[in-house]
């Protein structure tokens, strides 16, 4: 059985920073392209940033320079390091774990508020 279970979330400051960890199981972890998507009430889900099995990282503009994704093939997990986030980064952030184009798993999401 595959999970993906993320934590970190919570409430920030604008300016603030998080950290989101996700961790997986049932996988072969190493071999796994893994991300993080975000939604925010009334749009659709977007890709935030991505991390192949071979380390190469893609982020979305809006966060470049800000947000670090990470991985730790020893310890099955991926993490996105959030820095000088904005009132426009809020929303539920979700792990993803995907394989080819056939092999897609998600996790269950969590939420992050940017407010004063």
């Known amino acids: 059985q595959v999970q993906l279970v993320e934590s970190g979330g919570g409430l920030v400051q604008p300016g603030g920073s998080l950290r989101l960890s996700c961790a997986a199981s049932g996988i072969i972890f190493r071999t796994y392209a893994m991300g993080w998507y975000r939604q925010a009430p009334g749009k659709q889900r977007e890709l935030v940033a991505d991390i192949s099995s071979g380390y190469i990282a893609n982020y979305v503009t809006s966060v470049k320079g800000r947000f670090t994704i990470s991985r730790d093939n020893a310890k099955n997990t991926v993490s996105l390091q959030m820095n000088s986030l904005k009132p426009e980064d809020t929303a539920v952030y979700y792990c993803?774990?995907?394989?080819?184009?056939?092999?897609?798993?998600w996790g269950q999401g969590t939420q992050v508020t940017v407010s004063s």
């Open positions: 993803q774990a995907s394989w080819g184009l056939s092999d897609t798993y």
